[in-house]
């Protein structure tokens, strides 16, 4: 009896051990939580976002930390994301007239009666490769239309995806990003440059917006 005892210790002491390599062994899986340490790609924890390289090239890479947020950060030790390749374009507009701005491959539509009286709209991406636009109003009090502005990303010359893209905006108030969706077009108005656009179809993802905000193009069904 006393051996049979030794025994059932043996085997449950086996037993926990092979139960702990194997949770070591699911928590290191890519569909595992990220942990607070260790090496490794950890899973996205905010949508993936599209970057375009000048070449045409599309891909989605992890939103740097710089840019998880409504406002603007002061990390810059990710590979993705380069501060130099700062755009931003400045436009006054009389609401009652609308208008244009375009910045990199964003374009903002202003339709007439949009807003009532003259507002400076500045759109600012934090680097040209990837697919995140800040979009703000003078006079703040502005920042809320008669008729919705659309935001249309050009896709034209590149590898993407259209079908796999949605913009999502940053939701201050949970501050999280929340999915608006996007509708997919091949008639996009021809309002970047001819070097861009030349004479292939204008392709692209737009929306309708009520407000400024910051909005990225991330991945569909995040």
Known sequence: MTRSRSAVRALLAVASLLLGI??????????????????????????PLLQIEADGSASWVSLPVALRSGSPGTSYDDATFDPSRRLSASVTIDGT????VVCGRYVATVPAGAFAGVGTITMTLPDSTLMLCDLEISPADLNGFLAPIDLALHTT????DVDSVDFY??????????????QKSTTLDPVLTDELLGTDPIVG???DLNHFSRYMAGKAGW
């Not at 010359?157 to 993407?160: A, D, R, V, Y």
């Open 97 to 100: 007239l609308g208008g244009r």
């Open 205 to 207: 993802v737009r929306l």
């Open 22 to 47: 194997a949770a070591v062994g699911c928590n290191s899986t890519p569909t595992a939580p990220a942990g607070s340490g260790g090496g490794g790609t950890a899973p996205y924890d905010s949508p």
């Open 157 to 160: 010359k590149t590898s993407t």
């Open 169 to 182: 905006w940053w939701d201050t108030e949970k501050g999280d990003w929340t999915s608006m969706g996007s």
